[in-house]
């Protein structure tokens, strides 16, 4: 199964910061690749397919990039809402796995 | 709107079985891979069961492989998971998610439900 690792798992940050999220995969997955957000008591939502598309509706302050192993989660100037935990997920091939999640809170 | 609402989850007693339905609307349910994911309390995201459109494929996670059957019926607009032998491990919020096209039934999943608790416990 191909394993996903993000870092960091937990971080504090303030409104109007930039921060970035890594995940890196044990092996090759091209860009096959999605982000999600979840906030307590909630289902994910999808933020990012595909490695950097970005899904409808979602910010222009949330991006990703990255392919192959290491991947990237950015998101330019926090607002209160963005404070939740994140997900990779890969679906290069089954077993579909998921990234530990990284906490996102407020400083 | 598209829209998924599971059904079914409760207490179950160790051993025990139960069965979780998800309700597809908005969409055409039959041209779309479909995923149930669970999430323990306070833990992180475990993809557990993906079958392709026609139900023609299937894929299971090592945890419930033999005792989980996942099925769909195009004609209702319906998933299911059958669980048998259910662990307290298998104590979770289960989450059904369509896949996010209907390309290829190797996707990300969009969008979910919100969820049932499945609770394992004597």
């Known amino acids: 199964a191909i394993q996903l690792t993000q870092s960091p798992s937990s971080l504090s940050a303030s409104v109007g910061d930039r921060v970035t999220i890594t995940c890196r995969a044990s092996q090759g997955i091209s860009s096959a690749l999605a982000w999600y957000q979840q906030k307590p008591g909630k289902a994910p939502n999808l933020l990012i397919y595909d490695a950097s598309r970005l899904e409808s509706g979602v910010p222009s302050r949330f991006s990703g990039s990255g392919s192959g192993t290491d991947f990237t989660l950015t998101i330019s100037g926090l607002q209160p809402e963005d404070f939740a935990t994140y997900y990779c997920?890969?679906?290069?091939?089954?077993?579909?796995?998921f990234g530990q999640g990284t906490r996102l809170e407020i400083k | 709107e598209v829209q998924l609402v599971e059904s079914g989850g409760g207490l179950v007693k160790p051993g025990g079985s139960l069965r979780l339905s998800c309700a597809a609307s908005g969409f055409t349910f039959s041209r779309y891979t479909m995923n149930w994911v669970r999430q323990a309390p306070g833990k992180g995201l475990e993809w557990v069961a993906s079958?392709?459109?026609?139900?023609?494929?299937?894929y299971y996670a090592d945890s419930v492989r033999g005792r989980f059957t996942i099925s769909r019926d195009n004609a209702k607009n319906s998933l299911y998971l059958q669980m048998n032998s259910l662990r307290a491990e298998d104590t979770a919020v289960y989450y059904c998610?369509?896949?996010?096209?209907?390309?290829?039934?190797?996707?990300?999943?969009?969008?979910w439900g919100q969820g049932t608790l499945v609770t394992v416990s004597s």
């Open positions: 997920q890969q679906f290069k091939s089954y077993p579909i796995t």
């Open positions: 998610a369509r896949s996010g096209t209907t390309l290829t039934p190797y996707n990300w999943f969009d969008p």
């Open positions: 079958i392709s459109d026609s139900g023609g494929y299937i």
